[in-house]
């Protein structure tokens, strides 16, 4: 109420019917000597109240905005410590909070008042201390931005800088086409100060901006002068970082020469234009070179359920706690698995558990590897393939297309599928099948795959130093003792970072062990269907379809029984008899007896019941699903658990029944 002692006009839409008649007629304030025009403007809500709304210009940013359209007058009310001043008559000297009542209770007086209602709006409040701000007219410092936004614009568009990913282009576009003047100045005790002086013996006031602190008014001669009270805005400093930081203006600065321009700026979306355009500007307007070539821009981290974390929810992870129960590498892991670009990363404690499996996972695979060295190696032994075996040149060549995957992805700055293509190879293809195909050649002390995996371990380490530095580099000192010559580095944090070596790939091997690997493949299946699981068996028979897959399988029966842990791999020309599990590979038939195996009768019934019983959960789910209901009243989250539980029911019973049929 008492900004209406500020108030120099009242609005009303000029498409209401009810107030077309008074616009442009006068009214006279209730409590001043002050009359003021109704005026027609688009921003008023016909729907909002009366919709005749009253503007105080110097006490709100949307009726300095209307102020300025209708040039109206801009009259300020409140004194710095929150006074009314004497532009408010009768109520002057009184607090804002005072003057709020006393208004009102003059109003009653008047017989102006028709009702009061609950309205919420949003009122700034002091981060410091809490107090809540008003809006306030006074004079600041502006920075004319159009002829600096020009160039910055040019250089984002023609392709100069670029934005990861592409979508923020417009955020930066949008900002710079409709740039406005920089408020430069604050009033705070610390910062940078205003360049600008006043001669207190100088009648007009006129400031005097200087480079150097002026001794005397260059006007009157006097030497009275006093300096602005306000500073910079803190980021009129920060545009300067990229230059600034490094000598200059001493433009031939060392560090400057050797650091400036940049490569890459790694910062969040909502300091686009507070930092990233002025850094832009800046590094154009003063060194005449754009700073950066490439701008990443990262995700918000946010709890499991997509809220932003902070202090008032309480849902803020510390990462020094993640550190103390998981370790630093599975903070990095998890976080970067995550990081694609833009993307908001989805986070609780319990995800961090995966980043410290896998760094588990380097760490025991390394042990397997480097406790099975026996022989002298160095590692240059490997620019020639040194060995013919099937799985080594495999492996080999899943390398190098490993390597040029994560280049691919590290160079468009998707991080998640740079770490996704090394988690695969190095889990999925290193690990779960190279690793287990070669155990009985390191049982022999072969050499060569000594050579291959040892190889392969350390290209590893390097690829993944990035993302997990501590263990890794732990990994490749103790490596550094298992190799003679190879390695060139006293670090892995030094060494270079893996070439691919085209020789290497070989399209044929890996078409010729990806038809093992998925023999191998429904072999374990068959095993997992027939409850069997993980352990060794005794036999399996393969049909194939034609002379090559017979010559494959046969080349290759050890590490194929190896893969599946199956004690002997036989090849046949018809299907075996009795009970077998049954998979279809390529038109080749595999067929794993399972007499002997388990009880099949008991087996047979136990899936049968288990069937029946997961059909009536599945009806029930859909039944449930099914129900319009349902889908509407209940909770989003309810009917998206609901349909997961569905799917996975109907997973489980798909698999049972396949069991089953193995069985008979």
């Given at each position: 109420p008492e900004t209406m002692l500020g108030d120099t006009a009242v609005a009303v839409n000029p498409k209401d019917p009810r107030y077309g008649e008074f616009i442009g007629k006068f009214i006279q304030h209730p409590f001043l000597d002050r009359k003021f025009k109704i005026i027609a403007d688009d921003y008023v809500d016909i729907e909002f109240g009366t919709s005749a709304v009253k503007i105080t210009p110097a006490h709100d940013p949307n009726d300095f905005e209307i102020g300025t359209r209708h040039r109206l007058p801009f009259i300020n009310i409140i004194t710095i410590d929150g006074h009314i001043n004497s532009n408010g008559g009768p109520f002057k000297g009184m607090t804002r909070f005072e003057a709020r009542k006393a208004i009102v209770e003059a109003w009653e007086e008047k017989g102006l008042l028709v009702k009061v209602e609950d309205h919420e709006l949003s009122a700034g409040h002091c981060y410091r201390c809490g107090t809540l701000v008003e809006p306030y007219l006074s004079d600041q410092w502006f920075l004319k931005m159009k002829p600096l936004a020009e160039p910055a614009l040019a250089i984002v568009r023609r392709g100069k800088s670029k934005f990861f990913s592409d979508r923020w282009h417009g955020v930066y576009y949008n900002w710079l086409e409709n740039v406005r003047p920089w408020c430069l100045s604050r009033q705070l005790w610390w910062g940078h100060r205003i360049p600008v002086w006043y001669c207190e013996d100088c009648a007009d006031g006129t400031p005097i901006v200087a480079r150097e602190d002026p001794t005397v008014c260059p006007k009157c001669g006097g030497t009275n002068l006093r300096r602005d009270s306000d500073v910079l805005d803190t980021w009129f400093s920060s545009w300067l970082w990229p230059f600034a930081t490094l000598g200059w203006p001493d433009i031939e600065s060392d560090d400057l020469k050797r650091f400036f321009p940049t490569d890459l700026l790694v910062t969040a979306s909502e300091i686009i234009f507070f930092w990233v355009a002025k850094m832009i500007m800046a590094s154009e307007h003063f060194m005449g070179e754009l700073p950066f070539h490439s701008i990443y821009i990262h995700g918000t981290v946010r709890d499991s359920q997509g809220r932003k974390m902070s202090k008032s929810l309480g849902n803020g992870i510390?990462?020094?706690?993640?550190?103390?129960?998981?370790?630093?590498?599975?903070?990095?892991?998890?976080?970067?698995?995550?990081?694609?670009?833009?993307?908001?990363?989805?986070?609780?404690?319990?995800?961090?558990?995966?980043?410290?499996?896998?760094?588990?996972?380097?760490?025991?695979?390394?042990?397997?590897?480097?406790?099975?060295?026996?022989?002298?190696?160095?590692?240059?032994?490997?620019?020639?393939?040194?060995?013919?075996?099937?799985?080594?040149?495999?492996?080999?060549?899943?390398?190098?297309?490993?390597?040029?995957?994560?280049?691919?992805?590290?160079?468009?700055?998707?991080?998640?599928?740079?770490?996704?293509?090394?988690?695969?190879?190095?889990?999925?293809?290193?690990?779960?099948?190279?690793?287990?195909?070669?155990?009985?050649?390191?049982?022999?002390?072969?050499?060569?795959?000594?050579?291959?995996?040892?190889?392969?371990?350390?290209?590893?380490?390097?690829?993944?130093?990035?993302?997990?530095?501590?263990?890794?580099?732990?990994?490749?000192?103790?490596?550094?003792?298992?190799?003679?010559?190879?390695?060139?580095?006293?670090?892995?944090?030094?060494?270079?970072?893996?070439?691919?070596?085209?020789?290497?790939?070989?399209?044929?091997?890996?078409?010729?062990?990806?038809?093992?690997?998925?023999?191998?493949?429904?072999?374990?299946?068959?095993?997992?269907?027939?409850?069997?699981?993980?352990?060794?068996?005794?036999?399996?028979?393969?049909?194939?379809?034609?002379?090559?897959?017979?010559?494959?399988?046969?080349?290759?029966?050890?590490?194929?029984?190896?893969?599946?842990?199956?004690?002997?791999?036989?090849?046949?020309?018809?299907?075996?008899?009795?009970?077998?599990?049954?998979?279809?590979?390529?038109?080749?038939?595999?067929?794993?007896?399972?007499?002997?195996?388990?009880d099949l009768d008991a087996e047979k019934a136990r899936l049968t019941k288990e069937i029946k019983r997961l059909e009536g959960v599945l009806s029930g789910f859909m039944k449930k699903l099914s129900n319009d209901s349902f889908i509407s009243n209940a909770p989003k989250e309810v009917v998206e658990k609901t349909r997961s539980q569905q799917d996975e029911v109907g997973s489980k019973l798909e698999y049972m029944r396949n069991a089953l049929k193995y069985l008979e």
């Amino acid at each position: 109420p008492e900004t209406m002692l500020g108030d120099t006009a009242v609005a009303v839409n000029p498409k209401d019917p009810r107030y077309g008649e008074f616009i442009g007629k006068f009214i006279q304030h209730p409590f001043l000597d002050r009359k003021f025009k109704i005026i027609a403007d688009d921003y008023v809500d016909i729907e909002f109240g009366t919709s005749a709304v009253k503007i105080t210009p110097a006490h709100d940013p949307n009726d300095f905005e209307i102020g300025t359209r209708h040039r109206l007058p801009f009259i300020n009310i409140i004194t710095i410590d929150g006074h009314i001043n004497s532009n408010g008559g009768p109520f002057k000297g009184m607090t804002r909070f005072e003057a709020r009542k006393a208004i009102v209770e003059a109003w009653e007086e008047k017989g102006l008042l028709v009702k009061v209602e609950d309205h919420e709006l949003s009122a700034g409040h002091c981060y410091r201390c809490g107090t809540l701000v008003e809006p306030y007219l006074s004079d600041q410092w502006f920075l004319k931005m159009k002829p600096l936004a020009e160039p910055a614009l040019a250089i984002v568009r023609r392709g100069k800088s670029k934005f990861f990913s592409d979508r923020w282009h417009g955020v930066y576009y949008n900002w710079l086409e409709n740039v406005r003047p920089w408020c430069l100045s604050r009033q705070l005790w610390w910062g940078h100060r205003i360049p600008v002086w006043y001669c207190e013996d100088c009648a007009d006031g006129t400031p005097i901006v200087a480079r150097e602190d002026p001794t005397v008014c260059p006007k009157c001669g006097g030497t009275n002068l006093r300096r602005d009270s306000d500073v910079l805005d803190t980021w009129f400093s920060s545009w300067l970082w990229p230059f600034a930081t490094l000598g200059w203006p001493d433009i031939e600065s060392d560090d400057l020469k050797r650091f400036f321009p940049t490569d890459l700026l790694v910062t969040a979306s909502e300091i686009i234009f507070f930092w990233v355009a002025k850094m832009i500007m800046a590094s154009e307007h003063f060194m005449g070179e754009l700073p950066f070539h490439s701008i990443y821009i990262h995700g918000t981290v946010r709890d499991s359920q997509g809220r932003k974390m902070s202090k008032s929810l309480g849902n803020g992870i510390d990462p020094l706690d993640v550190i103390k129960l998981y370790g630093r590498d599975a903070l990095r892991y998890i976080l970067l698995s995550q990081a694609g670009a833009g993307q908001d990363l989805f986070v609780d404690m319990d995800s961090f558990a995966q980043g410290r499996n896998f760094c588990n996972k380097l760490w025991n695979a390394s042990r397997l590897v480097l406790g099975n060295i026996t022989a002298e190696i160095s590692l240059p032994e490997l620019r020639e393939p040194p060995t013919t075996q099937l799985v080594d040149r495999w492996i080999l060549s899943r390398l190098q297309k490993a390597k040029e995957k994560a280049e691919s992805a590290l160079e468009k700055y998707r991080l998640d599928e740079a770490v996704g293509h090394l988690y695969h190879f190095f889990w999925g293809e290193y690990c779960d099948i190279y690793l287990e195909a070669v155990k009985h050649r390191f049982a022999e002390g072969e050499k060569d795959v000594q050579i291959v995996s040892l190889h392969v371990l350390e290209e590893i380490l390097r690829l993944w130093h990035p993302i997990v530095p501590f263990v890794t580099e732990e990994i490749w000192q103790k490596l550094k003792d298992n190799i003679n010559d190879g390695l060139g580095a006293e670090a892995c944090i030094v060494a270079r970072w893996p070439l691919i070596d085209h020789g290497l790939i070989d399209d044929g091997a890996e078409a010729e062990f990806s038809y093992i690997e998925k023999l191998a493949e429904a072999l374990r299946n068959i095993k997992n269907a027939a409850g069997i699981g993980n352990k060794r068996v005794g036999r399996a028979f393969i049909v194939p379809s034609d002379g090559s897959q017979k010559n494959i399988i046969e080349r290759h029966s050890d590490m194929l029984a190896a893969l599946a842990r199956i004690e002997k791999i036989f090849v046949e020309e018809n299907r075996p008899k009795g009970a077998v599990g049954t998979a279809i590979v390529n038109n080749s038939r595999i067929y794993l007896p399972l007499e002997g195996l388990i009880d099949l009768d008991a087996e047979k019934a136990r899936l049968t019941k288990e069937i029946k019983r997961l059909e009536g959960v599945l009806s029930g789910f859909m039944k449930k699903l099914s129900n319009d209901s349902f889908i509407s009243n209940a909770p989003k989250e309810v009917v998206e658990k609901t349909r997961s539980q569905q799917d996975e029911v109907g997973s489980k019973l798909e698999y049972m029944r396949n069991a089953l049929k193995y069985l008979e």
